[in-house]
């Protein structure tokens, strides 16, 4: 059985002459967190439509769990569940009739799963009387997800869901979108257009732009390529490389071709690396901390500059 749970291949998306989706090819496999990035108007939002079948594509295939006609496609969206934009919420209700009114609408006929599920996002000690209107922003985002939990889902998706919130709530949501992966083995599908944000929730991280997958990569890889790191050029880069072994004790370090050294640690430590290298009568000509933010890292991906 195969091990993912979506793959798309040159999905495109036209709105008249306007292509939102261009070519999108993606493969999700189990039990990951997969961050969608992408500027605002970059396609996230389309390409999470049309896998929830909430739209369609113009061109292209997609399989759901191994399901590719219409046919079948239909039957496995059930095991999905979807936080779209904000969530359709009816503020004169209490977060427990706001989840009987969704059970109605989708014929959801379990009724031992409205405290679980209240309990599960951290609603289950606020005051059952309480109208979601009285809600905070973070505490309607919560209810969303509950509700996108109704049906149990395989694959969570969840576009922008700490967009607005304040410090407090977006913790609470990165949270409990890491209890989910964690405890339910569900694969999430989250998109944001904070690269810094999902750095601290996601495992994999597929870049858009312009309707363009640019690059997907895992948190490993994502760390590599922004690592930072202390570039020491020298007079006698064998006797620095002994000093660093010696006297700071590790060997995250690299000696590139051209006789500089890159020193993975100690990088908030600029001052005890020059001092060693100094009290050794090693003769330094630069010494910098270089290395890629998450920001610019993004924009180099889309190539752009500036702020996000």
Do not use: W
């Given at each position: ?10 999905l495109c998306?036209?709105f008249?002459?306007?292509?939102a989706l ?10 990951k967190?997969?961050g ?10 389309t390409l999470m ?10 061109e292209g295939?997609?399989?759901l ?5 219409a046919k ?15 969530p359709?919420l009816?503020?004169?209700?209490t977060a427990?009739q706001n989840?009987k009114?969704?059970?109605i609408m989708?014929?959801i ?6 405290d679980?599920?209240?309990?599960m996002?951290?609603?289950?000690s606020?005051d ?9 922003l973070?505490?309607r985002q ?12 395989e ?5 922008e869901?700490v967009?607005?919130?304040?410090p407090v709530g977006?913790?609470?949501?990165r949270n409990l979108i ?14 944001s257009h ?9 495992t994999d991280?597929?870049?858009i ?10 948190l490993d890889e994502?760390?590599k390529?922004?690592?930072h ?6 007079d ?6 002994k000093?660093i072994?010696?006297?700071?004790g ?10 500089s050294?890159?020193l993975y ?10 001092d060693a ?5 090693i ?8 290395g890629?933010?998450l920001?610019n890292y ?8 500036g702020?996000?």
């Open positions: 059985m195969s091990n993912y749970v979506l793959k798309t291949t040159n998306k036209r008249k002459s306007y292509k261009d070519n999108v090819s993606v493969t999700l496999e189990k039990g967190i997969y969608l990035i992408g500027k605002n108007g970059a396609g996230k939002t439509r049309i896998v929830s079948g909430l739209s369609y594509a113009t295939t997609i399989e769990f191994g399901a590719s006609s079948e496609y239909n039957k496995q969206l059930s095991k999905i569940g979807t936080l779209i934009e904000y359709s009816n503020g004169r209700m427990k989840i009114l969704v059970k989708r014929g006929k379990d009724k031992s799963v409205d679980e599920l209240l309990e996002v951290g609603l289950g606020v059952p009387k309480k109208k979601v209107k009285d809600f905070s973070g505490m919560r209810l969303g997800i509950a509700i996108a939990m109704l049906t149990n889902p694959l969570l998706i969840l576009d869901p967009n607005g919130l304040d977006v913790v609470e949501i890491k209890k989910l992966n964690q405890e339910k083995n569900i694969t999430v599908l989250i998109s904070n690269l810094p944000e999902l750095y601290q929730t996601a991280y597929i870049i732009d312009k309707g363009v997958i640019k690059q997907t990569l895992t994502l760390e390529k922004c690592e790191y202390l570039s020491i050029t020298c006698d880069p064998d006797k620095a490389i000093v072994e010696n006297e700071l590790t060997k995250k370090y690299k000696r590139m071709q051209d006789g050294i890159r640690d100690f990088v908030d430590e600029k001052q005890k690396v020059s290298l100094f009290n050794n009568h003769k330094v000509y630069e010494f910098s901390r270089l890629e933010t920001e993004f924009l180099s991906v889309i190539g752009e500059s702020n996000v």
